[in-house]
């Protein structure tokens, strides 16, 4: 999103960082809880690296390099979503007039009417070659794949998971052994030029919109069963190189 930001910044209205420990979804303890009972320790350890450690690393740096503060060093209004349907983010969707709601791997379904907000609808990054891989770690079932195949799709929102038809695809080479976490890092990074594409495209009247085809089965978060069997397959969550990032504050 910082590179996003450096190269599509001056055409950004409003930035939405969803809130992750949201009250609605559980609040930490309930979520915590939640993956326990479900996926074990394992999962716990990738979330926390994944989610609270890079928070922790800005408010130990007094929010320096966050992606807050760069968008607000840019003049670009901040808000944190706790309901992305609900009315306090309407207002602000009405207040900042976006001509398109753009989406990085958003936890939380928009509704029509939310996408409604904007003229020109929303668009979604996917991290996983659409329709395969649908829900919030793609890496990770990309990966348990007996030919792994990994890659980005930009496609358009609908009221319904990674369901919207696809206007850009994009298959990206990944070493072997690389973990969840540094292909989703990889990805993210790889689309954002595909992003500029898919902009470009929808300015100019020219964009192609392809069925995703018939929808797959959703991939949820692995339970305990899927990570024995990826730790037998040798593929992991995250290493030390992903704790490292996670404390990464960009200058």
């Known amino acids: 999103m910082a590179e996003f930001l450096d190269l599509y910044g001056d055409g950004v209205v409003l930035l939405g960082l969803s809130n992750p420990y ?9 979520q915590a809880w ?24 800005a408010a130990l740096a007094r ?3 966050s992606l ?20 306090a983010f309407h207002a602000a969707l ?7 709601i753009l989406t990085f791997h958003f ?5 029509a009417a939310t ?40 496609h358009r929102l609908v009221p319904r998971i990674d369901a919207g038809v696809v206007l850009a695809q994009r298959e990206v080479a990944l070493p072997l052994g690389i973990t969840a976490s540094s292909a989703a890092r990889r990805l993210h990074r790889a689309a954002v030029p595909l992003v500029g594409e898919v902009l470009a495209a929808l300015s100019a009247g020219t964009a192609a919109e392809a069925p ?33 990032a996670a404390f990464r504050i960009r200058a």
Not at 94 to 100: G, I, N, S, T, Y
């Open 115 to 154: 996408i409604a907000l904007a003229p020109g609808g929303g668009i979604n990054v996917h991290p996983s070659l659409l329709p395969r891989h649908r829900g919030p770690i793609p890496t990770f079932w990309a990966g348990m794949e007996a030919e792994p195949a990994h890659g980005v799709t930009v």
């Open 107 to 111: 936890d939380g379904i928009l509704s």
């Open 94 to 100: 009405r207040v900042a007039r976006p001509d398109l």
């Open 68 to 87: 807050a503060a760069l968008a607000r060093a840019r003049g670009i209004p901040v808000t944190v979503v706790e309901d992305v349907n609900g009315p």
């Open 34 to 57: 939640r993956h326990l009972r479900r996926s074990g320790p394992r999962l716990l350890a990738y979330l926390v690296v994944n989610m609270a450690l890079p928070r922790l690393s």
């Open 212 to 244: 995703a085809g018939a929808l797959l089965p959703y991939r949820p978060f692995p339970d305990r069963a899927a990570l024995r069997a990826a730790r037998r397959r040798g593929l992991r969550l995250l290493d030390l190189s992903d704790i490292r």
């Open 22 to 30: 949201r009250r609605a979804a559980g609040g930490v303890l309930g």
């Open 63 to 65: 929010g320096a390099g």
